[in-house]
């Protein structure tokens, strides 16, 4: 038989032993085998054998097991009792070694006993000698409690914390007043009643707490300390009191004759620890909405299809970068005026990426499409409870572009009585949300824009000159397209590179006599005319060119007469009205441009006072059927053309 196939019958041999045994090679530094009681006593639950070195398991008495071990592989055998050995969860146990080499092997087998229990085993046989000696009285236990109550009365009294006492059945020997005052019974109540039955006979959540299972109790067969930190007493009157409590085993003269122990009512640091989870509930809660708010403002940073500049060579759009360059990298307030649809947005977005705040947010708010009653709700932010609806506070977009830049589109549409807070905010940088008298402070570069006349508005009495003089310290002008025709090629290849991709639709290209139509046009809804026809085109086209002939039959191309009735009857006086002829497909062309400009004169609002369909005198139904054909989004008319 080889030397693994004995030391492996050796092991096997212990495996019907109530004696923890293992075999070890000191050499290697491994522990190659175990017995049911040495897992059990190490809490080994891996694969032997052990990957980790023996040497982990034997703490600060490491040099003591050198010598042993090297006195064992000399003589053969060995015996110690002054070693310590940790079990696989770093757990020390003051352990008595027997030590027998393996034939002429390297590999040792140890028999392991536990020092603390064979010391209680042999108290216990003691004390039974004595008892059938006579020597002592079970009447001693009483004599212990009495003497340990007498000798700590004054530690006893003083104690915040609740002690009592137990004897081995139990039954309460002594309570001291910390203890009558958090479990509601007197001293009186308690002494020689069984404690568990009568303040810790249930769980918290009401299901009942067999004796046999309570950790106070274990201590009385085991002869451990038991620290318990979540279980609960039942208060005289019926209240389940959370406690933390420790038990701790009595031994006279080798024998355990009861425990002490000492609780603590933890009902305030329930309630800090709830108020703790409420408080992390409530973080959570707030992280949840802010990400939801982050997604919200990550659209309105970027732009729809990400521009990362500013399309055309014309001298209108050098001058225009030029400004921009000029502007960009200082702090000033910047108002951009211009027709709709001429890229004002793309402009405030080329402006704060060359700032330094362009690690921060650009928040726009388009004040054409906010509510009346919601513009300082919406500017400054709200407290729970300042108006109907204010479930929770609310940061304003002041707040949110902190450290950023606040693009203002349509600032013309702010209400005259909002307009004075607006401009405290600019020269203060200061601000309450609504329903709070708490003053925050806020940093931000305001970038206003308008296809409105200000001036105007300002001698009609609608906007305040001071505020418009805040805003226009650095006045630029977004040019029509019309005025920098010669831009329009490079902008309708921009497009159809976008829409191609968009659609999914590659290959498709503008003949060069399609782009002259394209420059004879004069694109009164702009660049974001420009884009909606150009990905229309790129739709229906089935040739994979674009064709924009119809782009020019607004224009009067065949005319017919149509006589007058009085001509007819042969009357003198009679003239002739001329009627332009367009084909089906113009005429849709023309409403839906119609329909368009409604929308972008409305804000993108279809129905009700003020909506495309009352501009156009359609039923908003019928407009919105049309809508759908065309494949308008009017969201995309609450905000301006990023071009």
Request: aromatic share 6%; hydrophobic share 40%.
């Amino acid at each position: 038989m080889g030397e693994h196939a004995r030391t492996h019958t050796a092991a096997l041999m212990g495996d019907f032993s109530p004696l923890a045994m293992i075999v070890i090679d000191p050499f290697v530094d491994q522990l190659l085998d175990a017995n049911p009681a040495a897992c059990e006593m190490l809490n080994i639950i891996q694969t032997l054998p052990l990957a980790a070195p023996f040497s982990h398991r034997l703490s600060a008495s490491l040099p003591l097991w050198v010598s042993f071990t090297d006195e064992a592989l000399t003589q053969k055998t060995a015996w110690s009792d002054d070693l310590v050995m940790l079990d696989m969860l770093r757990q020390p146990y003051r352990v008595e070694v027997y030590a027998q080499r393996v034939d002429d092997s390297s590999q040792l087998l140890l028999t392991l006993i536990d020092r603390n229990k064979a010391e209680q085993r042999r108290a216990k046989a003691e004390l039974g000698r004595q008892h059938r000696q006579g020597e002592v009285g079970w009447q001693r236990v009483e004599q212990v409690f009495e003497r340990i109550e007498k000798q700590n009365q004054l530690i006893l009294g003083a104690a915040g914390e609740g002690i009592y006492g137990l004897d081995a059945e139990g039954k309460t020997t002594f309570v001291n007043p910390a203890a009558e005052r958090i479990l509601g019974w007197s001293t009186e109540d308690m002494v020689g009643h069984d404690a568990h039955l009568m303040f810790h006979h249930t769980h918290a959540d009401g299901r009942h707490f067999p004796v046999q299972q309570c950790p106070i109790h274990a201590s009385f067969s085991d002869g451990q300390v038991h620290h318990v930190d979540n279980e609960v007493f039942w208060h005289k009157n019926g209240e389940a009191i959370p406690v933390e409590y420790t038990s701790t085993p009595i031994f006279e003269m080798g024998r355990l004759v009861g425990a002490v122990v000492l609780f603590r009512d933890i009902r305030e640091r329930k309630r800090a620890e709830q108020q703790l989870r409420d408080a992390l509930a409530e973080v959570e809660s707030l992280k949840q909405r802010l990400e939801l708010e982050n997604e919200y403002l990550q659209e309105e940073i970027k732009a729809e299809l990400n521009h990362r500049d500013i399309v055309g060579n014309s001298p209108a759009v050098a001058k225009l970068i030029q400004q921009i360059e000029l502007v960009a990298p200082t702090s000033a307030n910047v108002l951009i005026s211009g027709e709709s649809g001429t890229g004002k947005e793309l402009i405030a977005r080329a402006i704060h990426a060359g700032s330094t705040r362009s690690d921060r947010p650009l928040i726009r708010v388009n004040c054409a499409a906010i509510p009346r009653d919601l513009f300082e709700s919406e500017f400054f932010g709200h407290v729970k409870g300042a108006f109907t609806g204010a479930v929770q506070d609310r940061p304003g977009r002041f707040e949110l572009a902190h450290g950023g830049t606040l693009f203002l589109d349509e600032v013309g549409e702010i209400p005259l009585e909002l307009q004075s807070k607006l401009l405290r905010v600019l020269q203060d940088q200061q601000f309450e949300r609504v329903g709070d008298n708490r003053t925050r402070e806020v940093d931000v570069r305001v970038i206003a824009a308008t296809n409105r006349e200000l001036r105007d508005m300002i001698d009609n009495s609608h906007f305040r000159e001071d505020l418009y003089f805040r805003l226009n310290v650095f006045p630029i002008e977004s040019v029509p397209l019309r005025k920098r025709i010669e831009d329009v090629p490079l902008l309708a290849r921009h497009f159809l590179q976008r829409a191609c991709l968009k659609f999914n639709k590659p290959g498709v290209r503008i003949p060069p006599s399609q782009l002259e139509i394209l420059q004879r046009y004069p694109w009164p809804g702009n660049i974001r005319e420009l884009e909606n026809i150009i990905e229309r085109q790129v739709i229906v086209t089935q040739d994979r060119r674009l064709m924009f002939d119809d782009l020019l039959l607004g224009e009067p191309t065949r005319k017919i007469g149509r006589t007058n009735p009085i001509s007819a009857a042969g009357h003198a006086g009679a003239e002739q009205n001329e009627v332009a002829l367009l084909t089906e497909q113009a005429l849709g062309q023309r409403q839906r441009e119609s329909a368009i400009a409604a929308l972008e004169q409305a804000g993108g609002k279809v129905s009700g006072a003020g909506g495309a369909a009352e501009l156009l005198g359609l039923k908003p139904t019928t407009l919105a059927s049309r809508l759908n054909k065309w494949g308008i989004d009017t969201r995309e008319f609450r905000k301006s053309a990023p071009h």
